[in-house]
C-alpha cells in the first residue's frame, strides 16, 4: 500500500512530497527528507472534515496531509482500520471543540510569550551580544551600508574643503580626537548632501552630516552638538543593538518560511531607517549633554538644533508625516522634538 503524500516536518512551513507505506506494525514514510518509520499506534488521524485532506500526525511533530481521493483513500481505509478503534468516528464533535480550545489557547500562550520575547528579551538580549561583536565586522556592516548609501540616497558634500575642516577641527576640540579613547568611541566625520537637513551614525563611528544641516545651524557649535548626540548613539551601541534586534526577527521569520536567503537584503535601509526607540534618543541626547557640559557649551545647543530642524519639517505637527521622512537619525526618528528640547534644557547649567 503506497500513496505520494504531502508532508510537513513541523519545523517549517515548507511543504515535502514522500511516499507512505504501511508495513505490519508501522507505517513508514520515504522521500526527500529520507527514511522514517514510525509505530502505527503513535500515530493520530485526525477527524475528517468536509471534503479536506485528511492530517495524520507524526509522533515526531511532522504531519502528513492525505488526500482523501485516488491513492489517498486506500492508505486512509488501512490507517482508519488500524486506528479507527481508538480514534473512531464517535464523539468527533467533542474531540473537535477540545482540539479548538487547546489549540486557541496554545496560540494565545504562544502569541504572549513571543511577544514577551520580542518587548523585553530581545533587546535584553542585543544589549548583550552588541559589545561582543568584534570591531572588524561592526566596520565591515558600516562601510557596506555606506557605500549603499552612497550610490542610492546619498550625494558628494558641496561644502569646501576648507569648511569640513573646520568642524572637524571644531568637533575634535569639543569632543576630542577622532581615535577616541577613555570611553569614548573612534569616530570619522563624513559630508553628504541628503535628501533633507539630517545626520546619522554607523556602528563604526562614521558619523554622516548632511550639508544642509550644517546650513541650517545657527553655528558650527550646533553642528557639533548633533555630532555629540550621534557618538551617544556610538558609545551605546544603539545601531547594532536595532541591527540585532531586527535581523533576529527576519531570521525567525525566515526560519518560519523556511527561507534564510532574504536576510542578507536589506542592511543600509535598516541602519539609516530603524527608528530608534524613545529610550534610545533620550539616551544619546544625555550623552551629547555630558559631553558638551565637559566641554564648556550648553546642551541647549542640541536643543536649538532641533528646534530648527522641528520648524524646517513639512508636517510641523510633532507626528505623522515626517515618520515617512527617510534619510537620517534625527527628527525622522524622534516625533516627541519638544519634549526633548525640554529635557535638554533642564540638563542645560543654570536652568531650572
Ligand atoms: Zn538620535
Redesign the pocket.
Known amino acids: 500500500m503506497t500513496a505520494s503524500i504531502d508532508f510537513y516536518d513541523g519545523r517549517s512551513a515548507r511543504r515535502q512530497r514522500v511516499v507512505l507505506r504501511l508495513d505490519g506494525e508501522r507505517l513508514c514514510l520515504d522521500g526527500e527528507v529520507g527514511s522514517r518509520s514510525y509505530p502505527i499506534e503513535a500515530c493520530r488521524l485526525d477527524e475528517p472534515l468536509g471534503g479536506a485532506p485528511r492530517v495524520l500526525a507524526l509522533p515526531d511533530g511532522g504531519h502528513c496531509e492525505i488526500p482523501r481521493t485516488s491513492g489517498g483513500a486506500d492508505l486512509l481505509a488501512q490507517l482508519g482500520a488500524r486506528l479507527g478503534a481508538r480514534d473512531g468516528a464517535s464523539g468527533a464533535v467533542a474531540r473537535l471543540q477540545r482540539r479548538w480550545t487547546v489549540a486557541l489557547a496554545s496560540l494565545v500562550v504562544t502569541v504572549a510569550a513571543l511577544a514577551a520575547a520580542y518587548q523585553w528579551g530581545l533587546p535584553w538580549a542585543a544589549g548583550i551580544v552588541a559589545p561582543r561583536i568584534p570591531a572588524a565586522l561592526t566596520q565591515h556592516i558600516s562601510d557596506a551600508a555606506l557605500s549603499t548609501l552612497d550610490r542610492t540616497l546619498l550625494k558628494p558634500s558641496a561644502l569646501p574643503e576648507e569648511r569640513q575642516q573646520a568642524l572637524r577641527s571644531r568637533m575634535a576640540a569639543v569632543l576630542g580626537p577622532p581615535q577616541g579613547g577613555a570611553g569614548r568611541p573612534a569616530y570619522a566625520l563624513h559630508f553628504r548632501q541628503g535628501p533633507m537637513p539630517n545626520a546619522f551614525a554607523l556602528p563604526s563611528g562614521d558619523v554622516v552630516v548632511f550639508d544642509s544641516l550644517v546650513k541650517l545651524a545657527g553655528s558650527d557649535d550646533e553642528v557639533v552638538a548633533v555630532m555629540a ?2 557618538l551617544g ?1 556610538v558609545a551605546y551601541r544603539h545601531g547594532l543593538r536595532q541591527l540585532l534586534q531586527s535581523s533576529v526577527v527576519a531570521y525567525a521569520v525566515g526560519l518560519y518560511l523556511g527561507d534564510v536567503s532574504s536576510l542578507a537584503s536589506g542592511m543600509a535601509a535598516l541602519v539609516l531607517e530603524s527608528r ?1 526607540s524613545r529610550d ?2 533620550s539616551e ?1 541626547d544625555r550623552y551629547a549633554a555630558d559631553r558638551l557640559r565637559q566641554a564648556g557649551l550648553s546642551p541647549e545647543l542640541l536643543g536649538q538644533m532641533l528646534a530648527r530642524l522641528d520648524r524646517g519639517q513639512p508636517g510641523h505637527d510633532g507626528h505623522g508625516s515626517r515618520d515617512a521622512v527617510p534619510g537620517g ?2 527628527l525622522a ?2 516625533p516627541d522634538t519638544q519634549a526633548r528640547i525640554e529635557a535638554l534644557r533642564r540638563l542645560s547649567p543654570g536652568r531650572p
Open positions: 548626540h550621534e548613539h530608534y534610545f534618543e544619546a537619525d534625527l526618528s524622534h
